[in-house]
């Protein structure tokens, strides 16, 4: 079965550097999501991407995160300079076409020091 | 809009009991709701989903949930619970926009 992939598992960062999560979405799946969990807090939605543009984005996702889809494959988050409130589990979401159901990855921890 | 409220956020059962794992939600449209399973370590497994279809939806591993839109409600059951059954589960919406509106989350413990 078709399985979103993610890397790195972890991350170790310091304050203030960029960070690059990247996710492979089911191969013929076109919409492409990224959501949080910080450790003890519920899952919230940061953004959704379709047709290589942004279709929705949450408060949190501020100037300093940017996601793109580089090569026609990977799905990236970026984040230009990390804060220590950026600890948490990214997970990548993809979704086909004509339903709704999202396929989630197993996630990225970021620990920021 | 819309939201969702896992009505516990502990839920300790002994193996070969029954599971009720409580949910309601708000929307302004016809939702879709869903239920999502988190092993320890692991990503978000989708367990069931309903979109207005039949309101008893079976899932996977043995549970199911019944959508009563009279009590906004989208709870989690099964008939008999099994030591691997543990595991942090989240109620799920999303209407119109696609996106992901989560609950806060029940731990299941076996």
């Known amino acids: 079965e078709p399985e979103v992939t993610q890397t790195p598992s972890h991350q170790v960062t310091q304050m203030g550097q960029e960070v690059i999560l990247r996710c492979v979405p089911i191969?013929?799946?076109?919409?492409f999501y990224w959501y949080r969990q910080i450790l003890g807090q519920k899952v919230e939605f940061l953004v959704s991407?379709?047709?290589?543009?942004?279709?929705?984005k949450s408060e949190i996702f501020d100037d300093q995160f940017s996601v793109e889809r580089p090569d026609g494959s990977n799905f990236t988050l970026k984040i230009r300079s990390t804060k220590l409130e950026d600890s948490a589990m990214y997970f990548c979401?993809?979704?086909?076409?004509?339903?709704?159901?999202?396929?989630f990855g197993p996630g990225t921890r970021l620990t920021v020091l | 809009a819309q939201s969702v409220t896992q009505l516990d956020s502990h839920v300790s059962v002994s193996e070969g009991t029954p599971v009720l794992l409580r949910c309601n939600y708000s929307s302004s449209y016809s939702p879709s709701l869903f239920w999502y399973v988190q092993h320890p370590n692991k990503g978000l497994q989708l367990l069931l989903k309903?979109?207005?279809?039949?309101?008893l939806v079976k899932g996977i591993n043995g549970f199911e949930a019944e959508f009563k839109k009279s009590e906004t409600s989208f709870h989690l059951t099964k008939p008999s619970a099994h030591m691997s059954d543990a595991a942090e589960y989240f109620c799920?919406?999303?209407?119109?926009?696609?996106?992901?509106?989560f609950g806060t989350g029940t731990r299941l413990k076996v």
């Open positions: 191969s013929n799946h076109l919409y």
């Open positions: 991407f379709y047709n290589n543009e942004i279709s929705e």
């Open positions: 309903y979109t207005s279809a039949a309101t």
């Open positions: 799920v919406v999303t209407s119109g926009t696609y996106k992901y509106i």
């Open positions: 979401a993809t979704q086909g076409p004509f339903t709704d159901t999202q396929y």
